[in-house]
């Protein structure tokens, strides 16, 4: 999508703050012995108070309102009977649509008592989201967002999950430009333009570089043990810094 108009702006607003709200709601509500179900009925309620619709119900039919990915799960994961338990880090991504309009934010949380490397990699994943949106402007190339992921990535010795990137959003969940990968890719020469509306969405992990679909279709895994964060925020490009509708 492309910002034509301030009512445009001031639509997007209004979703990203209710997406928003949505997350901070989750995040405080997870309890030690809830169930990933029980957690999501608090995120889809909160939504269905303001009228927004679930957009991964709405846009592919998954089988829940938010997604929430535990430990081994980077992304996508099915809201069930599995139990939240201390020191769990914790997913969610949070994404709706109300009026005709679409915003996506996400953020990772341990339950209780973080570890180092849990607080390692969620650390570094805030400041490649941080850094990712310092260098999208207007008229800069789109793989500059994945070089200042990667280079955060270096920094904090950590690793890029490849396989998953940012996107366009705002008229529906997944829009042009597709897939903006979190690491330098030198043959994409796409260039960012005003009022272009995207999502930025680091992935970053101890152990892998790579995550694969498990057995119930939805959930993304990488290898036991790894630890991975996520960070994402749906945002305007201007000329200077963007408007970040999900704040």
């Given at each position: 999508m492309?910002?034509e108009t301030?009512?445009d702006i001031?639509k997007?607003k209004?979703?990203?703050k209710i997406?928003?709200d949505?997350l901070?709601l989750m995040?405080k509500e997870?309890?030690v012995?809830?169930?990933?179900r029980?957690?999501?009925n608090?995120g889809a309620?909160?939504?269905?108070s303001?009228g927004?619709?679930?957009?991964p119900?709405?846009?592919?039919n998954?089988?829940g309102?938010?997604?929430?990915?535990?430990?081994?799960?980077?992304?996508?994961?099915?809201p069930g009977?599995?139990?939240?338990?201390d020191?769990?880090?914790?997913?969610?991504d949070v994404?709706a649509?109300?009026?005709?309009?679409f915003?996506?934010?996400?953020g990772s949380?341990?339950?209780?008592?973080s570890t180092p490397?849990q607080?390692?990699?969620?650390?570094?994943t805030r400041?490649?989201?941080?850094?990712?949106?310092?260098?999208?402007?207007?008229?800069?190339k789109?793989?500059?967002?994945?070089?200042?992921v990667?280079?955060?990535?270096?920094?904090?010795?950590?690793k890029v999950i490849e396989?998953?990137?940012?996107h366009?959003v705002g008229?529906?969940?997944?829009?042009e430009?597709g897939?903006?990968?979190?690491y330098?890719d030198?043959?994409d020469?796409r260039?960012?333009?005003?009022g272009q509306?995207i999502?930025?969405?680091?992935?970053l992990?101890?152990?892998?570089?790579w995550?694969?679909?498990?057995?119930?279709?939805?959930?993304l895994l990488?290898?036991?043990?790894?630890?991975a964060?996520?960070?994402?925020h749906?945002m305007?490009?201007t000329?200077h810094?963007p408007?970040?509708?999900?704040a």
């Amino acid at each position: 999508m492309t910002i034509e108009t301030k009512e445009d702006i001031e639509k997007l607003k209004i979703i990203g703050k209710i997406v928003a709200d949505t997350l901070k709601l989750m995040m405080k509500e997870a309890k030690v012995g809830m169930s990933t179900r029980e957690l999501d009925n608090i995120g889809a309620a909160y939504l269905d108070s303001f009228g927004a619709k679930s957009a991964p119900l709405l846009t592919y039919n998954f089988p829940g309102a938010t997604c929430i990915s535990i430990n081994e799960e980077v992304a996508h994961g099915l809201p069930g009977e599995r139990l939240l338990q201390d020191g769990d880090l914790i997913n969610v991504d949070v994404s709706a649509e109300l009026g005709g309009y679409f915003a996506d934010t996400g953020g990772s949380f341990v339950l209780g008592k973080s570890t180092p490397d849990q607080k390692r990699v969620m650390k570094a994943t805030r400041e490649a989201l941080n850094a990712a949106m310092e260098v999208a402007r207007a008229g800069a190339k789109l793989n500059l967002i994945g070089k200042a992921v990667e280079k955060v990535a270096r920094k904090h010795q950590l690793k890029v999950i490849e396989n998953l990137g940012s996107h366009g959003v705002g008229r529906a969940l997944h829009e042009e430009p597709g897939f903006i990968a979190n690491y330098f890719d030198p043959e994409d020469q796409r260039v960012l333009h005003e009022g272009q509306v995207i999502t930025i969405e680091p992935f970053l992990s101890t152990k892998t570089t790579w995550c694969e679909e498990s057995n119930d279709g939805w959930t993304l895994l990488c290898e036991k043990g790894n630890l991975a964060a996520q960070y994402e925020h749906t945002m305007i490009i201007t000329k200077h810094r963007p408007i970040i509708v999900t704040a």
